[in-house]
C-alpha cells in the first residue's frame, strides 16, 4: 500500500481565492493553498517535509526514527504520529525539561508510545552538530536521524510538490519560515517548473533570524536555484519565536471570523499579518496574485 493511503493523506491541497475589503481596494487577488486540510494531523508544510523521508524509511525498513524539537513542535507531533501509524519506534529529543508540565503535543506522543528524552537547552544546541549526532549514532546505530523541523535536502522534492500542484500562476509565493526547508522546497519547486519562474518567494520570519534564516534556507539550495527569486521579510516576527502581541491576537480573531480559516499566532499569524500589512501599505503592485500558503500547525495552539 502506497504511503499516502496508509497515513489517510488527501493531496492535493485545495487551492482557495478570498474576498476581503482590504485586498480589494488595493486590486490583490488573494489566494491559500491550505496545506492545513491535508491531514488533520499531519497537516500542513509537515507531511510535505517528511514524505520522502518517510518512503526513504519504508524502503529501506527503518525501524527506528530520532528526531528533535521543543515541547510544543509541530514536527514532532506529526512525525511521531507518523511513526506510530507506520510501526516505526520513534525517539522525541525535547529541547527543556517538561516531565512534570507534559504540553498536549507531549501527552499525545506518549499516548502514541514515543520514547521521549528531554535535553538541556545547552545540549539541544548541539542538535545538528557532527560529533553530538555521531554520539547519537553510536548509541542507536540502527536508527534514522532526521533533523529538526524535517528541514533537510530530501524535504525539498516533497514541498516542491506544493508548486506542480498549483492552477495558476502566481506573483508572489508567501511562507513562514522558521527552520528552512520549506521555504527551500518552493524555490526547489520554482526552479524545476517549466511554465513559471516569474514569481516571487517571500518567506515571513517567525522568529528573529536576519542572516541567520536566509543562511538556513541558502544551505538547503544549490546552482540551480540561482534564478529563482526569493528573500525573507524579517519585519513580522514580533520580538521572537511563539511571541505576539494583543495587536496579532486580534487579527487572527477577525481573520478567522471573516474567512473561516483557523490560524494560530506562531505560524500561520505572523504570515497573514504580514500579507495583510504588505497589501495595505502598497507592497504589491495592483493587479498582483498573491498566494499564501496555510502550513497548519494548530495542533501548537492548543
Ligand atoms: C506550522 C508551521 N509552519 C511553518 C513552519 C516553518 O517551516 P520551516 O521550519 O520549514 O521553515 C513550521 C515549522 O517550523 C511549522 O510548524
Known amino acids: 500500500m502506497s504511503l499516502v ?44 517535509k517528511l514524505k520522502y523521508a518517510l ?13 528533535f524539537g521543543g515541547g510544543y513542535s509541530n514536527h514532532l507531533h506529526a512525525l511521531g504520529y507518523c511513526c506510530r501509524q507506520l510501526g516505526i519506534r520513534f525517539s522525541a529529543i525535547v529541547r527543556g525539561d517538561y516531565s512534570q508540565n507534559l504540553s ?63 492552477t495558476q500562476q502566481y506573483d508572489y509565493i508567501l511562507a513562514p519560515v522558521a527552520s528552512g526547508g520549506t521555504l527551500a522546497g518552493l524555490i526547489d519547486g520554482l526552479a524545476q517548473s517549466e511554465i513559471d519562474t516569474s514569481s516571487q518567494i517571500l518567506g515571513i520570519a517567525v522568529l528573529k533570524g536576519h542572516g541567520y534564516l536566509e543562511q538556513l534556507v541558502g544551505a538547503l539550495l544549490s546552482d540551480r536555484h540561482h534564478r529563482v527569486d526569493w528573500k525573507i521579510n524579517h519585519e513580522y516576527q514580533f520580538g521572537g519565536y511563539a511571541k505576539y502581541n494583543n495587536e496579532l491576537s486580534k487579527f487572527c480573531a477577525e481573520f478567522e471570523q471573516q474567512n473561516h480559516i483557523t490560524i494560530e499566532p506562531v505560524y500561520s499569524g505572523k504570515l497573514f499579518y504580514a500579507l495583510y500589512q504588505l497589501t495595505i501599505s502598497g507592497h504589491f503592485p495592483s493587479g498582483s ?14
Open 104 to 166: 498536549p503535543m507531549l501527552q499525545d506522543l506518549l499516548n502514541w508510545e514515543t520514547d521521549v528524552q528531554y535535553v538541556d537547552r545547552k545540549t539541544y544546541q548541539q542538535r545538528a552538530e557532527p560529533q553530538y549526532l555521531e554520539i547519537l549514532t553510536t548509541q542507536y546505530p540502527e536508527a534514522l536521524l532526521i533533523p529538526e523541523g524535517g528541514s533537510q535536502q530530501l524535504a525539498l522534492r516533497g514541498v516542491a510538490e506544493i508548486i506542480q500542484e498549483l
Open 5 to 48: 493511503k496508509q497515513l489517510f493523506m488527501q493531496p492535493p491541497s485545495p487551492e482557495q481565492t478570498i474576498t476581503s475589503s482590504w485586498a480589494n481596494l488595493h486590486n490583490i487577488q488573494i489566494s491559500i493553498k491550505r496545506d492545513d486540510l491535508l491531514h488533520p494531523i499531519i497537516s500542513g508544510n509537515k507531511w510535505r
Open 289 to 302: 496574485r498573491v498566494l499564501a500558503l496555510h502550513t497548519g500547525g494548530l495542533q501548537g495552539a492548543r
Open 55 to 67: 518512503l526513504e524509511a519504508s524502503e529501506n525498513d527503518v525501524k527506528h526514527i530520532i528526531s
